[in-house]
């Protein structure tokens, strides 16, 4: 499975949320697992959580079986750079 990329943490919610549902866990199931509250994961999950501890994060992936990877992210072309490269 390719990764995606996620940048806000309402994309890291939606795909908690997702990936939850698709392994048939309820939200108690899936806190007792990750080691969580049920209401944090519910902030979790609505991207509610801007200031979540990484570590809770790694355990609730960790919990539905998903890695966290880290890659450059893909820059914006900067044009005037662009222009600037062809003279």
Do not use: F
């Not at 309820?26 to 049920?38: D, I, M, P």
């Not at 519910?42 to 501890?53: K, P, V, Y």
């Not at 990877?69 to 005037?80: D, F, G, H, I, Q």
């Amino acid at each position: 499975m390719a990764g995606i990329p996620l940048t806000t943490p309402a994309q890291i919610g939606a795909t908690i949320l997702s990936a939850r549902r698709r392994e048939g866990l309820t939200q108690a199931q899936l806190a007792e697992r990750a080691g969580v509250s049920r209401r944090w994961l519910i902030s979790l999950e609505q991207g509610q959580s801007e200031r979540a501890e990484l570590g809770k994060i790694l355990d609730t992936l960790d919990a539905l079986g998903l890695d966290l990877s880290v890659t450059p992210a893909r820059r914006r072309s900067n044009e005037l750079t662009d222009l600037l490269g062809d003279l």
